[in-house]
């Protein structure tokens, strides 16, 4: 489903540039409520994957109601939530949830993996990207497919994180959206 690079889009001007891009997933972040709708159905008639991160829209509630919202009326492809009631809510609808791991200390680890245990997400996004060095481990306990994201700057930080079991890396910086 994912290229290596997942365009991490926040404004007008990178949204144009994904849009006439060859790659097919996006992740819309910092958008407001009321641009969504828009902006999805441009992408959707683009024949492009949509993800929202539910707790990076501007006045989005990032609950049960926020995602059934992105799921009914917008008819979004995922959702990259932190929420387990969101990601499990994706899992009942059949729309891909992404539960995201960030990673400040091990107690943020044990209740992140203590969560992901319970909810058994399909995809996880570990932040920042070098909490993917543990991404092999990550996979033991708990099967899933990991993206990785925050502060990826080169092209060796994609390579870094692919190496060590990302399927995939968020990044907002344009220059990096060329590794498909």
């Given at each position: 489903m994912f290229n290596k690079t997942i365009p991490?889009?926040?404004?007008?001007?990178?949204f144009e540039k994904f849009i006439s891009s060859n790659l097919k997933v996006c992740v819309l972040l910092n958008f407001r409520l009321a641009q969504l709708t828009n902006l999805v159905k441009k992408l959707k008639a683009a024949k492009k994957i949509v993800f929202i991160h539910a707790e990076l829209i501007k006045g989005l509630a990032n609950d049960e109601d926020g995602a059934l919202y992105?799921?009914?009326?917008l008819a979004v492809d995922g959702i990259i939530s932190s929420k387990s009631r969101v990601i499990e809510l994706c899992k009942k609808r059949n729309v891909v949830g992404v539960y995201r791991f960030f990673l400040k200390d091990t107690l943020s680890l044990n209740q992140s993996l203590a969560i992901a245990k319970m909810i058994k997400p399909e995809y996880i996004e570990v932040l920042p990207f070098q909490g993917s060095s543990i991404i092999k481990k990550l996979k033991k306990i708990i099967p899933a497919k990991y993206l990785a994201g925050?502060?990826?700057?080169?092209?060796?930080?994609?390579?870094?994180?692919?190496?060590?079991g990302a399927v995939?890396?968020?990044?907002?910086?344009?220059?990096?959206?060329?590794?498909?």
């Open positions: 991490a889009i926040s404004d007008f001007k990178d992105l799921i009914q009326d925050g502060l990826i700057a080169t092209d060796k930080d994609v390579e870094f994180c692919l190496n060590n995939a890396v968020t990044t907002s910086q344009v220059e990096l959206w060329h590794l498909e």
